[in-house]
């Protein structure tokens, strides 16, 4: 599967962004997906991640305890993108968002089998 984010810019802190990522290729929806950043001098972190479903809109979500109750994670598997829905931004969300796919269980980056290429999200203060 190919997978291509984009939506990222800059905004000021409290504003919102939503991110989208649009794959190719095999089923999108037999994929686990994710969002996972990183920011300059850090590791790539997990951020969120939704399960494969038969449904249109996916299954069970998962969200990092840094972004939870201002990140959304969703999916349209009929448009084959997955999203995540950025609110109440804050400068140390400033990082390049990358979206991933899995074949099998989101435990961690090196539990992703596909990568996109990131898009850049900057939160200024």
């Known amino acids: 599967v190919q997978l291509q984010a984009s939506g990222g810019g800059l905004v000021q802190a409290g504003g919102s962004l939503r991110l989208s990522c649009a794959a190719s290729?095999?089923?999108?929806?037999?994929?686990?997906m994710g969002w996972f950043r990183q920011a300059p001098g850090k590791e790539r972190e997990f951020v969120a991640s939704i399960n494969r479903s038969i449904s249109r809109s996916g299954g069970v979500t998962n969200i990092a305890d840094s972004v939870k109750g201002r990140f959304t994670i969703s999916r349209d598997n009929a448009k084959n993108t997955l999203y995540l829905q950025m609110n109440s931004l804050k400068p140390e969300d400033t990082a390049v968002y990358y979206c991933?796919?899995?074949?099998?269980?989101?435990?961690?980056?090196?539990?992703?089998?596909?990568w996109g290429k990131g898009t850049l999200v900057t939160v200024s203060s």
């Open positions: 290729g095999r089923t999108f929806s037999s994929y686990n």
């Open positions: 991933a796919a899995s074949t099998g269980v989101v435990t961690s980056k090196n539990s992703m089998d596909y």
